[in-house]
């Protein structure tokens, strides 16, 4: 695999670290939040073992502003996650902008939400939370966009060190913080580095001197790719074993035919250089399929099979295997090691126009055999006559990588799954696996965003040593945590 340095990681507009030249790799952490590797990011705020849910609803009222947006957050515990009035009982919290502490004002169109992620970015042992607007207006530049961090402690997330983040250079309709992801990309500080996305590329930023401060740019709109890409979606994992996580930019190509795509970007000691294209989709995820020591690559593209020659229209799965030199066997075009449809061979399904296939993934292991299984969202799938009612497939991970040997489905009329399912539901859109009483084995959670005339509904599947599982399963919107579920979008985001 041919190495090259990025031209495209600028030299910083922003305010540069100093006396922080931390060159050696560093090493995952073990059992704490952080790492390097994607097992290692178990979104824990309060740093008690336990997996965290931080769950956005951009379109809800917050101080009886709609659309301004909040964020919950449910704590896991030995029994779990629940809600405000689950029993037993289980830590929640609610934050947006109208929150004390929390800064910028609560305003309709804010979006605050949109996307959320986690990571340790001050390197204490708490993960903290990220969430953008990236509807937010910087004075009279509209939809700029913004991003609020939230720093973990042992008591969980607080707003008493609450900052928010900007672009160096707002521009209208850049949407900065569209998509976010921390990892230890570099050496540069102790904690985990933050990816922002915007409609041009990926602002880069590290925490030092009691602060983040902005540390390069990584522009995908030109240069270093065969094109430019309006991004979509980041991911990150060691996909080649070196202690230093590396991160993946998805999304669109900027040509006329709009392919979808992936930039691939080796950390390092001096942060993160652009390697290579891959095959890729709007969706990904990262995780160890094969139990190899090395993270993998998931991506899921909805809607555009004919980009690796598949000749469906209900969308694809991509898996890309991790090695000690990256990304194994892959060809100049970036191809895919295993390729996934609806008519893939012990797949659930068939593959048709408009289902969505691939419209998200995530990665964990589900089934505790310690490799990492696939949930993969189908949105637009029809349940028998009911028109995009949606469903979720999950396939499992083996030392081949993923199988559909076992591979299981879900939709609102599957025994033990509560509601019913309706035209328009597209329950699937969002999907995320989650430890959260930490038995080693990951619990799905499928939403709807659109549920209920888009309040959004989230779902809780149990997972067990056959895979996920149906019995037991319960669900929660935003009026569950206490807050305005009237038209929030409930679940459009949930912390991979």
């Known amino acids: 695999m041919t190495h090259r340095t990025s031209g495209a990681l600028a030299a910083a507009s922003f305010l540069l670290l100093s006396g922080m030249g931390v060159t050696a ?43 301004a947006g909040y964020v919950t957050v ?21 934050f947006g902008q109208s929150t004390a502490g929390v800064p910028g004002s609560a305003e309709p169109g804010d979006g605050f939400g949109t996307a959320v992620a986690s990571g340790d970015l001050d390197g204490d042992g708490f993960d903290d939370a990220l969430i953008s ?60 580095q933050l990816a922002v996305a915007d409609r041009t590329g990926v602002d880069l930023f590290t925490y030092g001197a009691a602060s983040l401060h902005g540390t390069g ?23 080649d074993g070196d202690g230093y996580a590396d991160l993946v930019v998805s999304g669109r190509s900027l040509e006329q035919d709009g392919r979808a795509w992936s930039a691939v970007y080796m950390g390092g000691a001096d942060g993160p250089a652009y390697t290579r294209d891959l095959a890729g989709g709007t969706a990904t995820a990262s995780g160890d399929v094969n139990d190899d020591g090395y993270d993998d690559l998931v991506f899921g593209r909805p809607d555009r099979p004919e980009d690796v020659n598949e ?36 797949v659930p399904g068939t593959a048709e126009l408009g289902d969505g296939f691939g419209a998200d993934v995530s990665l964990a292991d589900i089934d505790g055999d310690a490799h990492a ?31 559909a040997a076992g591979a299981k489905s879900f939709d609102q009329d599957s025994a033990g799954v509560p509601g019913t399912a309706e035209r328009g539901d597209r329950w699937g859109g969002q999907v995320r696996l989650a430890d959260t009483d930490a038995d080693g084995r990951s619990e799905l959670l499928a939403a709807a965003p659109g549920e209920n005339t888009s309040d959004g509904v989230v779902w809780w599947l149990a997972a067990s040593t ?4 149906s019995t037991g399963s319960w669900s929660y919107g935003g009026g569950s945590l206490g807050v305005p579920g009237t038209g929030a979008l409930f679940g459009a985001s949930i912390d991979e």
């Open 25 to 67: 790799a560093p090493g995952a952490f073990a059992g704490t939040p952080g790492g390097t590797y994607a097992e290692d990011r178990n979104c824990d705020f309060d740093g008690d073992g336990y997996d965290d849910v931080l769950t956005g609803a951009p379109g809800g009222a917050d101080g009886g502003k709609k659309g």
């Open 74 to 94: 449910q704590y896991g515990s030995a029994s779990g996650m629940g809600t405000a009035t689950s029993v037993p009982r289980v830590r929640t919290a609610v």
């Open 133 to 192: 607007l990236p509807g937010e207006d910087e004075g009279s530049v509209s939809d700029a966009g913004r991003v609020t961090v939230l720093y973990g402690s042992k008591n969980g997330l607080t707003t008493s060190r609450a900052a928010i983040l900007r672009s160096a250079v707002p521009r209208a309709n850049a949407r900065f913080g569209l998509a976010l992801a921390a990892a230890r990309l570099s050496g540069e500080a102790a904690g985990d």
């Open 217 to 239: 740019r990584l522009a995908t709109d030109g240069a270093p790719g065969r094109e430019g890409l309006l991004p979509a979606s980041l991911t990150t994992g060691n996909y």
């Open 311 to 346: 000749p469906l229209t209900g969308g694809i799965v991509g898996l890309h295997l991790g090695s000690a030199e990256g990304m194994a066997n892959v060809d100049d075009l970036g191809t895919p090691a295993q390729v996934w449809t609806q008519d893939s061979a012990g």
């Open 373 to 403: 299984d696939l949930a993969v969202g189908v949105p637009g799938e029809d349940v028998g006559t009911v028109a995009d009612a949606g469903g979720v497939r999950v396939l499992r991970g083996a030392a081949g990588g993923l199988t």
């Open 466 to 469: 056959t895979g996920t599982v």
